[in-house]
């Protein structure tokens, strides 16, 4: 069974990137039967996708968040990461990283989550 | 952008069924996925493609389609149910999509 877990700072100033990586155990990040997604929530609110990536290296991303997002795998450490660039008080969120079996296409794992803030 | 719609909240007593809806133009074309959310909790995958049950989720909890409109089924409702229940789905050009969630409430 696939465990996520999320790690990187809680605190991000405004205009700058906000960085995260999710640790896979229990898996291989390299299993051609998985994508890797982040979600997120900001506070009291509901779930945003920010976008996905295959362990090929295809990206897919929310086209809302597109020009300031990428995400990357890095199989030698079973992680893959999510920077988001130019950051405002609207991106604070709780981000989860979360895995899609290739054969239903759900998001069937995810991580605690992880709350960021943007905040000078 | 597309939206699915779902009403904000549900309120049912226990022993009860509930019925939550999530209304969205390409569902017909889209598979269709529940989520249920406790208070300080991940998600949790209840419903996929539709109808099908992942492992380890009771059977009391179902899912179904028709038309532009998807439906997740909780027969016999306890109150463990509480929770915030999100569907997710994809518009034509793959984005994936939720919908804003719906408050479950048991009386």
């Known amino acids: 069974q696939l465990q996520l877990q999320e790690s990187g700072p809680g605190l991000v100033k405004p205009s700058e990137t906000l960085s995260l990586t999710c640790t896979v155990s229990g898996g291989s990040i390299s299993s051609s039967s998985y994508y890797w997604g982040w979600i997120r929530q900001p506070p009291g609110k509901g779930l945003e996708w920010i976008g996905s990536i295959y362990y090929s290296g295809s990206t897919y991303y929310n086209p809302s968040l597109k020009s300031r997002v990428t995400i990357s795998v890095d199989t030698s450490k079973n992680q893959f990461s999510l920077k988001l660039s130019s950051v405002t008080a609207a991106d604070t969120a709780v981000y989860y990283c979360a895995s899609l079996t290739v054969t239903n296409l759900g998001f069937d794992y995810w991580g605690q989550g992880t709350l960021v803030t943007v905040s000078s | ?107």
């Not at chain 2, 380890?56 to 463990?80: D, H, K, N």
């Open chain 2, 1 to 107: 952008s597309y939206e699915l719609t779902q009403p904000p909240s549900v309120s049912v007593s226990p022993g009860q069924t509930a019925r939550i809806t999530c209304s969205g133009d390409a569902l017909p074309k889209q598979y269709a996925y529940w989520y249920q959310q406790k208070p300080g909790q991940a998600p949790v995958l209840v419903i996929y493609k539709d109808s099908e049950r992942p492992s380890g989720i009771p059977e009391r909890f179902s899912g179904s389609s028709s038309g532009t409109t998807v439906t997740l089924t909780i027969s016999g409702v306890q109150a463990e149910d509480e929770a915030d229940y999100y569907c997710q789905s994809a518009d034509s050009s793959g984005t994936l999509v939720f919908g804003g969630g719906t408050k479950l409430t048991v009386l």
